[in-house]
């Protein structure tokens, strides 16, 4: 009916006092509370991650469906470190893009991994690493806290590989600490040996993890050095100069 509110919650209730007389009581709907103190997700205590799922409205596919020229590598499950137990799981961007775009907004990461900006911005990079299947973007997570973002590449497939001698399912490593609090404690030489050693255990068929990071970045070649990588060479790449980090597999490394 024309003027009367579409909201039945709003409408004003009618009672009377005892004299007789009617008294409107008018309900006054209450704003939602706010969630922005709820920790991520993954923090919250469930009985499991769960699954990462397709977008319906871009049908951008799930990174299980496009891991298996890394060997599912999302499906392996958790790694013991001398930091704590670590775990890989893939990226969903409905859940976590507020998170990786807040790091990547950090003045220290942003320098390097040039992904700071707007939220759109993060999400175009990992929309189009989901959709690709050589490179899959994970939440790093230590005793079930996300604290870092991983990405894992078939180097061999990869632009990298016109600019070093390839072989055939080398696998590439991209890592960040997120958060200020976590920089600084040594963490990322550990996670990085364990991952390594996960990726050259359960990967037979890789001989060799390399990582390009900026030549600039004096903390990240000093973690994979403490990684177990050597600083194979210095190379020219379109959009930096890199220091080529290779870990080779060793007798110790086959299971």
């Not at 590449?153 to 072989?167: G, V």
């Not at 996960?198 to 070649?221: F, G, K, M, Q, T």
């Amino acid at each position: 009916m024309q003027g009367q509110s579409a909201d039945p919650a709003a409408r004003p209730r009618r009672t009377r006092r005892p004299g007789g007389h009617t008294v409107r009581l008018r309900h006054r709907p209450q704003p939602p509370p706010s969630l922005s103190h709820l920790p991520h997700p993954l923090c919250r205590e469930e009985p499991a991650v769960p699954p990462v799922e397709a977008d319906a409205d871009t049908r951008t596919p799930t990174p299980s469906a496009v891991s298996g020229l890394l060997d599912r590598i999302g499906d392996w499950g958790p790694v013991a470190t001398s930091a704590g137990v670590f775990r890989l799981v893939p990226v969903r961007i409905d859940r976590d893009l507020p998170l990786v775009g807040r790091w990547m907004n950090d003045p220290a990461v942003a320098a390097f991994w040039e992904l700071s900006g707007p939220e759109p911005v993060t999400e175009r990079h990992l929309r189009r690493k989901l959709a690709d299947g050589r490179s899959i973007p994970f939440l790093g997570l230590l005793e079930g806290r996300p604290m870092s973002y991983w990405e894992v590449y078939r180097a061999d497939l990869d632009p990298l590989a016109r600019h070093y001698p390839a072989r055939p399912h080398d696998t590439g490593i991209h890592l960040l600490i997120g958060g200020v609090g976590d920089r600084g404690r040594g963490l990322g030489g550990p996670l990085l040996r364990g991952v390594t050693e996960l990726l050259l255990d359960r990967r037979s068929a890789c001989a060799r993890v390399v990582a390009e990071p900026d030549l600039r970045n004096i903390p990240s070649i000093a973690t994979f050095l403490s990684a177990g990588f050597r600083l194979s060479a210095e190379l020219a790449l379109p959009t930096k100069r890199a220091a080529l980090m290779v870990r080779d597999r060793v007798l110790s490394d086959v299971s």
